[in-house]
């Protein structure tokens, strides 16, 4: 499968946004892990802006971003969100009150808990009835999210964006599953290059043949490590980097996915760049 890259949002512990850490993730910069910071997105009103949990607003802000740069519209653009769980203080919160003497559980925690709420309040923000779907795969939820949107790319021939998101679950849910700083990602993806895009990537599923693509850089080799999502971080170098690039993503116990990454200057976009906005 190949595709282009059109546009790239990114939300994590030291990465401001996609601009802001090109240089970082480039190694042009030393990466210094300070708290993740989530923008207020101005895609919801005020009522649900204020119900809106951690899932929900790094993946708004990193969608957001995304879509800027490759200046489309949302609203007409079918969506990939993946992450490998919810929103880990929801249902802490949900364990919490079932496990109390009085269960009333409100109305708004459950509709917050389940796995396609980023997709909806997103679908509400951009007005959005294009498609969507909201996938897991455990520490392999990315890799899941790029197969399946660049998929969806190649069959319907249009733009495709993912959105991956994780964040940390409170204890004790913790001590079952670890999760490092809350981080995502998002990608617009086409069918072709074209003057709005910044890289094209061919992507290969095939068995595994060696260790995943690290990161040279101790501290985001350590979120690349500890955050599902930010097992994107590869990949997003790469493309800061906008040189052409070999990789491997691992996927599944057996598999893995190669990617080669080819920057605007070694494409020829002449007879693409008319790919409809």
């Known amino acids: 499968m190949r595709v282009a890259i059109e546009g790239a949002g990114l939300c994590g ?153 994780d964040v940390q679950y409170p204890a004790p849910l913790s001590m079952a599953r670890s999760i490092g700083a809350p981080f995502a990602t998002a990608l617009v993806l086409a069918p072709a290059p074209s003057t709005a895009g910044f890289a094209h990537v061919a992507l290969t599923l095939r068995p595994a043949r060696g260790t995943p693509t690290t990161m040279t850089s101790p501290t985001l080799e350590a979120l690349r490590r500890d955050t599902p999502a930010a097992r994107s971080l590869p990949l997003l170098a790469a493309l800061a980097r906008r040189s052409a690039a070999e990789l491997t993503l691992g996927y599944l116990a057996e598999m893995e996915l190669a990617l080669a990454v080819t920057p605007p200057s070694s494409l020829n976009v002449g007879r693409t760049a008319a790919v409809a906005k």
Not at 135 to 161: I, K, N, P, T
Request: charged share 15%.
């Open 13 to 165: 512990p030291g990465l401001a946004n996609w601009a802001a850490s090109l240089p970082i993730l480039a190694g042009q910069q030393d990466h210094v892990p300070t708290p993740t910071h989530v923008p207020t997105s101005d895609l919801l009103p005020a009522n649900e802006r204020r119900r809106a949990v951690h899932t929900v607003r790094l993946a708004l802000a990193v969608g957001a971003e995304a879509f800027a740069g490759a200046e489309c519209d949302p609203a007409v653009t079918p969506t990939v969100f993946a992450s490998s769980g919810g929103d880990g203080e929801t249902i802490h919160e949900i364990l919490s009150v079932l496990a109390s003497p009085n269960p009333e559980l409100s109305p708004t925690r459950f509709h917050n808990s389940v796995h396609n709420t980023p997709a909806g309040y997103w679908g509400i923000g951009t007005r959005s009835q294009a498609p969507s779907s909201s996938l897991c795969c455990h520490d392999d939820s990315f890799v899941a999210g790029l197969l399946e949107a660049a998929a969806l790319v190649m069959a319907e021939r249009r733009r495709v964006a993912l959105i991956a998101y």
